[in-house]
């Protein structure tokens, strides 16, 4: 069964760090464009950062730029979201997204950010 697992998430204080994983089974991620969305209670969900399969190019939303770093290891057939200075209003469900010949999505972890 073809599967992105994310994997990560946590509880952690304002201003710390996770780097949150996402893994493919039964695919491989190497020709694939890759993303991080979040979802909140009550809202959208919403992109946060996506990445050529390359690497050649990555974007963020601007509510995360100079804070969150995506990158892949296409040897390793994972995707990484290295958040940094974390804020309560970061705190979300996270998930990886797959698209080219389909699209996949991942099942989601939590991230929690509260003192």
């Known amino acids: 069964q073809v599967q992105l697992v994310e994997s990560g998430g946590g509880l952690v204080q304002p201003g710390g760090s996770l780097r949150l994983s996402c893994t493919a089974s039964?695919?491989?991620?190497?020709?694939?464009?890759m993303s991080w969305y979040r979802q909140a209670p009550g809202k959208e969900r919403e992109l946060v950062a996506s990445i050529t399969s390359t690497s050649s190019r990555t974007n963020y939303a601007d509510s995360v730029k100079g804070r969150f770093t995506i990158s892949r290891d296409n040897a390793k057939n994972t995707v990484y979201l290295q958040m940094n200075s974390l804020k309560p209003e970061d705190s979300a469900v996270y998930y990886c997204k797959a698209e080219f010949a389909a699209i996949y999505w991942g099942q989601g972890t939590q991230v929690t950010v509260s003192s």
């Open positions: 039964r695919f491989t991620l190497r020709t694939y464009f």
